[in-house]
């Protein structure tokens, strides 16, 4: 039986690849590639050109995704401990083989020649931006540096790792490390149904009666949002806030502040023999924003504009905690007064919302959306090979053509993997021979799946969801660019990659939007205007105090890795960063750094700030709309040329500013966050 892995297909073969399959076909094209790469550089030409180059390099990267791509993909929506299995025992092969890639002399030598060609200036401007950015990666990953520099960049890199690893590992170990056991109901009034059979679960699992309440984010949350009992929700914030610290019920366990201070130490080392002044500047060679000094600007500038809105947000929260014999509002009762101020003056709840937006209603108007957009048109394939019964396949066309393709795979089950996200399946990509392979992803999501006879019934936070996964779908199936390092959402900068994303979810707040994707699922009735009211006004509920939060955040993250010179601790710039930012200080033995896994275990550090950076692309963006009608067809095909067609060709800002007209203003973004004046009268 041949591998299907390895034989040519238009689409995956999904029901015929077997765990048994994984490793021998990665093993198989990783050989391939090596003995390719291997007699590519052996004779070197006298000039590298752009076709003896780079076209041998994408074959063997289509090679790789053809095989690993499905793999991927299957592990996580189907996931079998089989499969991962599989998975998981050619993580270090692929990650080994693109170590060799980065640290390869001869590789990097020939990018070089093709960079310093005469053939250079001949080719287009997304193929030069290609090689340059392959360029900056080879230096970034240190290959430009002495042999003894470059040994201790390898260390550096390692203990990071470790380091980074170790921060994670602690800090679950922490959240693990405490529980509370509940014996009497009456301490966990107000918490809805949902959450306390979560709670009556755990407590089963560790063969408890009763309930118990963990520091896992879905219990912490429904009792500080939820729970009357103000000392149950004063001992879990406490326990939550001081995880993995010095501080609090299980102080000095799993203390993550050595290692923070050894991670950020390093950080600063890496940077400099990199020829940084700081990490927060080697995080942006690879960003859209220019200099540490910008990103530190916008940041200010946001929360200037922001904080008397903030500051009457935790006025009306005090006030009314206050009149409900609660005069010294605390950091562990925000929550649960906000709940009930949005409660009180809003009355909505997503589930009210579900029978309006039943799922093929909600998927013929984002399509009708992107019709009158972009001038294309989506229909869906019927007969495919399907991963799972719920799995669906469209194509998007244009005149007639089709220009791409996308998997849908809408609902939450067992053994898939939660959130929701996209992937590309295939890139864009011209062929030596001059034909077109055209782009196909994958859009999954993990919604309330139908019960009984009704179809499936979305909240409005699912519409959204599905709308900001489409938006990066169309960023992946709309490029015009026929290299795939930089078709689709290739090769964008890590905060600009949300932009289309963010961009497509206005439709879902504006009622010319919502009227094409609402309608009740048994008597096709519109969205009633009673509803739609509360829904948008709802929209905005203390934004002032999120969006200081979001900054607080951002800065003390951007702060911290763009010192250079004398070392503050994180604890005292985090305490700089809030005396300047925050309304409400928190209690002095929080210990919210200790479990920032975001910057000190994931890839956001001196890039948190990209949450903001993008939101504020995106409503700039749409902002053309709002002045230019929010279905203007001309409006749109600008968008879709300007920005969507473009992908990782060309610097974002270029991007931007062609599509907008000039430089971002976070105006926009005031606005629909109800921030501004106007807003606020
Ligand atoms: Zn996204």
Redesign the pocket.
């Known amino acids: 039986m041949p591998n299907p892995l390895l034989q040519p297909y238009d689409l995956p073969p999904f029901s015929s690849i077997q765990a048994a399959h994984i490793k021998p076909a990665i093993e198989q094209v990783l050989a391939d590639s090596r003995a390719q790469l291997a007699a590519l550089l052996s004779k070197p030409p006298a000039q590298w050109s752009w076709a003896s180059l780079i076209e041998p390099l994408d074959e063997m990267g289509e090679q790789l995704s053809r095989a690993w791509s499905p793999v991927s993909h299957l592990n996580a929506v189907m996931n079998t401990p089989e499969l991962r299995d599989g998975y998981n025992s050619c993580l270090p092969l692929l990650s080994q083989f693109s170590t060799e890639l980065g640290q390869s002399q001869a590789l990097y030598a020939a990018y070089r020649q093709l960079a310093d060609s005469d053939q250079f200036a001949e080719l287009d401007k997304a193929q030069q931006t290609i090689i340059e950015h392959a360029l900056r990666d080879f230096r970034l990953s240190g290959i430009a540096l002495p042999a003894e520099q470059q040994q201790r960049y390898g260390e550096l890199q390692m203990r990071l790792s470790e380091l980074q690893s170790k921060f994670s590992n602690q800090l679950m170990d922490a959240t693990q490390a405490w529980t509370k056991h509940i014996t009497h109901a009456s301490q966990l009034d107000g918490l809805p149904e949902s959450a306390l059979a979560q709670a009556r679960q755990a407590a089963a699992a560790h063969e408890l009666d009763g309930w118990l309440i963990t520091l896992e984010f879905p219990s912490y949350y429904a009792v500080m949002t939820y729970a009357h009992d103000r000392a149950l929700r004063e001992e879990l914030y406490t326990a939550y806030c001081t995880r993995a610290s010095d501080q609090g019920p299980n102080a000095g366990e799993h203390d993550n502040g050595p290692l923070i201070a050894e991670i950020l130490q390093l950080r600063q080392e890496l940077a400099e023999l990199l020829g940084y002044a700081n990490y927060a500047e080697l995080s942006l060679a690879t960003k859209m924003a220019d200099n540490t000094d910008q990103v530190l600007g916008f940041l200010r500038d946001l929360s200037q504009r922001s904080r008397p809105f903030a500051e009457g947000d935790l006025a009306a929260l005090r006030s009314f905690a206050a009149e409900r014999g609660c005069p010294d509002l605390q950091s562990w009762d925000n929550g649960y007064y906000a709940e009930q101020l949005r409660q009180h003056r809003y009355a909505v709840s997503q589930e009210e919302l579900r029978p309006w937006f039943p799922v093929n209603k909600v998927l013929d108007g984002m399509f009708s959306i992107a019709a009158r957009l972009y001038g294309i048109e989506v229909r869906e394939v019927d007969e495919f090979d399907r991963w799972h019964p719920d799995a669906r396949l469209f194509e998007v066309t244009e005149d007639g053509e089709v220009i791409g393709r996308f998997f849908l795979d809408l609902y939450a089950r067992s053994n898939k993997r939660g959130g929701a996200w996209m992937d590309g399946c295939r890139d864009r990509r011209r062929l030596p021979d001059g034909q077109l392979q055209r782009p196909i992803a994958y859009l999954v999501c993990n919604f309330t799946p139908a019960v009984g006879d009704q179809p499936a019934l979305l909240t409005h936070d699912e519409v959204t969801t599905l709308f900001?996964e489409f938006g990066?779908g169309l960023h992946h199936l709309l490029t015009r660019v026929d290299y795939p390092a930089a078709s689709g959402i290739n090769g964008v900068a890590w905060d600009a990659v949300?932009l289309p994303?963010q961009f497509m979810e206005n439709w879902c707040w504006e009622p010319e939007g919502l009227a094409l994707i609402s309608g009740h699922h048994e008597t096709g009735a519109p969205l009633p205007s009673e509803l739609l009211d509360k829904m948008l006004a709802a929209r905005n509920f203390q934004s002032g105090l999120g969006m200081l939060r979001q900054i607080e955040f951002s800065l003390f993250d951007f702060e911290l890795h763009a010192q250079s010179g004398t070392q503050c601790s994180a604890r005292e710039v985090l305490s700089t960063v809030r005396t300047e930012i925050a309304v409400q200080q928190p209690p002095a033995f929080n210990r919210f750094e200790n479990g920032f896994a975001h910057i000190f275990a994931g890839g956001y550090a001196a890039g948190y700030y990209s949450y903001k950076w993008a939101e504020v692309l995106s409503a700039d963006a749409f902002s053309r709309f709002e002045d230019e009608g929010i279905f203007n067809a001309q409006t749109g095909r600008d968008f879709r040329e300007q920005i969507l067609a473009r992908g990782g060709s060309r610097e974002p800002m270029e991007l931007f500013v062609a599509f907008r007209g000039r430089e971002p203003s976070v105006n926009a973004l005031l606005r629909h966050s109800g921030l501004t004046a106007e807003e606020a009268a």
Do not use: G
């Open positions: 900001h990066h949300e994303s």
